[in-house]
């Protein structure tokens, strides 16, 4: 071949990669149950409408604000889109981390036309945020404890009972969700939790509450954890997303069971970062778009039992895909397991987050 071919084949090469590379779009999520459901109910069409588009799924959103406030202070985004709960929404929003986001612009209308503001109504709950689910946060328990004596828990405080139901527990490393249930296990009404843990006095009273589970606690801080530490005996109970447990009892077919009591309601959902080149920004809204209609939302409950945001999505809501069961029941929204329920405060955590943070990580090394 002669040295000009050679260079000009080069130079196509060369081409070619780079297109390839620039149509490579890194999507954050969760892991597990829950990213599998995203990858057939979003993911696969998406990229089969789009084959010049290669999604490449990261599980980091554990860690998403602390990596986006690092990558913007570098001056290099490297994430197209990113799964998150809507206070960490909210806090990377008011960072001018994320994208402002015109829902009746952006994103698609329902069926019958109605506008996307009014098909999510009130959980748009921050200007960059674009809710894909309602999901609830909530406890496992094994089934054949012989030390429980035949006896299940079916109260939140049972998690925190040692002596009619010995074993370890596994909760989550960050103090969301645990203070709370702790304080309304330390005789505080449902609807005074967030007064008190305004206090000083408060956030101590939970973490000592916290304490007396504290050498019986195994921490988590992949949603996947817990129900693999169920399956395998390592733990009694403990918490994770209430989709996570489907999987485990559902098609893992493990002795585990479901407590719904006091489950803590939340918003999950994406973000674009902000900062990223007009190519990258106009195809990640084009998979927003995609991915949040009435459709692909009510899609995504035929693989996990979270709600779909949008009221149009809830008539759409059938059958597992591969096990073939009414999903109906197994939302956190269903009547039965929705009779006592926390609502995650959004506000409150987008303003308490880091101060909280600090001061539970601290109480973990004590």
Request: hydrophobic letters at 35%; glycine letters at 8%.
């Given at each position: 071949m002669k040295f000009s071919h050679l260079v000009a084949a080069s130079a196509a090469a060369l081409m070619v990669a780079s297109v390839a590379k620039a149509e490579d779009m890194t999507i954050v999520s969760w892991g597990g149950a829950y990213s599998k459901s995203q990858l057939e109910a979003y993911h696969k069409p998406y990229m089969a409408k789009n084959p010049d588009v290669n999604i490449i799924n990261d599980e980091s959103s554990a860690e998403a604000v602390a990596k986006l406030r690092a990558m913007s202070e570098a001056g290099n985004v490297t994430w197209d889109v990113v799964d998150v709960?809507?206070?960490?929404?909210?806090?990377?929003?008011?960072?001018?981390?994320?994208?402002?986001?015109?829902?009746?612009?952006?994103?698609?209308?329902?069926?019958?036309?109605?506008?996307?503001s009014e098909d999510f109504g009130d959980l748009l709950v921050s200007?960059?945020?674009?809710?894909?689910?309602?999901?609830?946060?909530?406890?496992?328990?094994?089934?054949?404890?012989a030390e429980w004596g035949g006896k299940t828990p079916d109260d939140i405080c049972d998690v925190f009972d040692l002596e009619n139901f010995p074993g370890k527990r596994s909760l989550e490393k960050r103090p969301i969700n645990n203070v709370e249930w702790a304080l309304l296990c330390d005789g505080v009404a449902a609807e005074d939790v967030y007064d008190v843990?305004?206090?000083?006095?408060?956030?101590?009273r939970a973490l000592a509450k916290l304490g007396t589970i504290k050498d019986d606690t195994i921490w988590w801080s992949a949603?996947?954890?817990?129900?693999?530490?169920?399956?395998?005996?390592?733990?009694?109970?403990?918490?994770?997303?209430?989709?996570?447990?489907?999987?485990?009892?559902?098609?893992?077919?493990?002795?585990?069971?479901?407590?719904w009591d006091w489950q803590v309601f939340d918003l999950d959902g994406w973000i674009i970062p902000a900062g990223l080149s007009d190519e990258r920004k106009k195809r990640a809204l084009d998979y927003i778009y995609f991915a949040t209609d009435t459709q692909r939302l009510a899609d995504q409950a035929k693989y996990i039992s979270y709600g779909p945001a949008r009221?149009?999505?809830?008539?759409l809501v059938g059958k597992h895909a591969d096990l073939g069961i009414e999903m109906a029941p197994h939302m956190p929204t269903d009547p039965e397991n929705a009779k006592n329920t926390l609502l995650y405060n959004y506000e409150w955590w987008a303003d308490n987050r880091d101060d909280l943070d600090a001061k539970f990580q601290a109480w973990l090394t004590q």
């Open positions: 709960v809507a206070a960490d929404a909210i806090r990377l929003c008011d960072e001018g981390l994320a994208l402002e986001i015109d829902p009746d612009k952006d994103l698609a209308p329902a069926p019958d036309g109605t506008p996307a200007d960059c945020f674009i809710p894909q689910i309602v999901y609830s946060t909530t406890f496992g328990y094994r089934t054949d404890v843990l305004s206090t000083e006095e408060g956030v101590d949603g996947a954890e817990t129900p693999q530490r169920l399956a395998d005996g390592e733990v009694v109970i403990g918490s994770t997303y209430n989709g996570r447990l489907f999987s485990v009892i559902e098609e893992q077919k493990q002795p585990v069971a479901m407590l009221k149009s999505s809830a008539p």
